[in-house]
């Protein structure tokens, strides 16, 4: 796997978790949590424009990357523990967290359940809603595919819906990144995490009551979480920054780095008095 930074390991739960640490202690801190199926490798290009700055922390969630699966069934509320529970080994009382898709999905419930310990959220390429019966029932057959044709036709569908058109042009080395994150991820954490994602509870509702700055960003071309969820997140959210970005997808911060890493750094800038 191509981390452009060194991977460390913390015990936590009796699991191990696989993260990136960088930048200085004294720094505010900044969370990465990636999408499904992803890990931790997807933020190589935020973790190294923000180090000078910052101390930027991004984890595998468990199942994914190089982090223990564990024996528990997944959900979101666990995953909020595990993000808790790290936070806690790692002496961070509070942080500045940005997730993308479903690490959005837990930075909602994070923030919902635990204010106190967040000064501000990114959230990336998500959405507050739970899943339709069709969608359920869409990842209920990824389920039956992955054991019928196997991961490495789950991961060539599954890269259609990440990235824009133009990416498959532009960006071979990212995907080629994205199908190896896929193809790395065990079956029975995918099987887990997809139930996990079907069980999850909508965070619409909660949306008018967070009070830290957001900043909002979505690929011009997400088919998955498209422009109109953001901004429907962004109508609930007073104060709530808005931007979207031009050539991408799905995995905007993949897609086009250089806008998504502008637009994240000012907003991190215009906080930092707060
Ligand atoms: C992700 O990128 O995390 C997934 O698209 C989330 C989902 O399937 O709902």
């Known amino acids: 796997m191509h981390y452009s930074e060194k991977s460390l390991t913390i015990t936590i739960n009796n699991q191990t978790v696989s993260y990136i640490e960088e930048g200085s202690g004294d720094a ?15 933020w190589n290009k935020q973790v190294g424009a923000l180090k000078e700055n910052y101390h930027v ?3 595998d969630i468990r199942g994914h990357g190089d982090s223990d699966a564990g024996d528990d069934d997944f959900s979101m509320e666990l995953f909020v523990v595990d993000l808790l529970s790290l ?17 959005g999905y837990i ?37 039956e595919s992955i054991k019928e044709k196997g991961l490495e036709q789950y991961a060539e569908e599954g890269l259609k819906k990440l990235f824009a058109p133009i990416s498959f042009s532009n960006l071979k080395e990212e995907i080629a990144l994205v199908r190896e994150m896929i193809i790395k991820t ?33 690929g011009k071309e997400d088919e998955i979480t498209p422009p109109e969820v953001a901004l429907s997140m962004h109508e609930k959210i007073k104060g709530s920054i808005i931007h979207i970005v031009e050539h ?17 750094i000012r907003f991190l800038s215009l906080i930092k008095h707060l």
Not at 94 to 101: D, F, H, V
Not at 120 to 127: F, G, Q, R, S
């Open 87 to 103: 936070m806690d080994a790692l002496k961070i009382d509070k942080t500045i967290l940005c997730g993308l898709s479903m690490g």
């Open 28 to 42: 505010p801190t900044i969370i990465f949590i990636h999408g499904f199926p992803l890990n931790k490798a997807m």
């Open 107 to 143: 930075a909602l419930y994070a923030i919902e359940n635990y204010p106190e310990r967040f000064n501000a959220i990114i959230l990336c390429d998500t959405n507050c809603t739970d899943d339709v019966p069709e969608a359920k029932e869409n990842r209920m057959k990824a389920i």
């Open 186 to 218: 065990s079956k029975e954490s995918l099987y887990k995490t997809l139930h996990a994602l079907a069980e999850r509870k909508e965070t619409c509702t909660k949306l008018p009551e967070i009070k830290v700055p957001v900043l909002i960003m979505v």
């Open 248 to 264: 991408a997808g799905h995995l905007s911060n993949m897609e086009n780095s250089g806008e998504f890493n502008n637009q994240l």
């Open 57 to 59: 922390i991004a984890y």
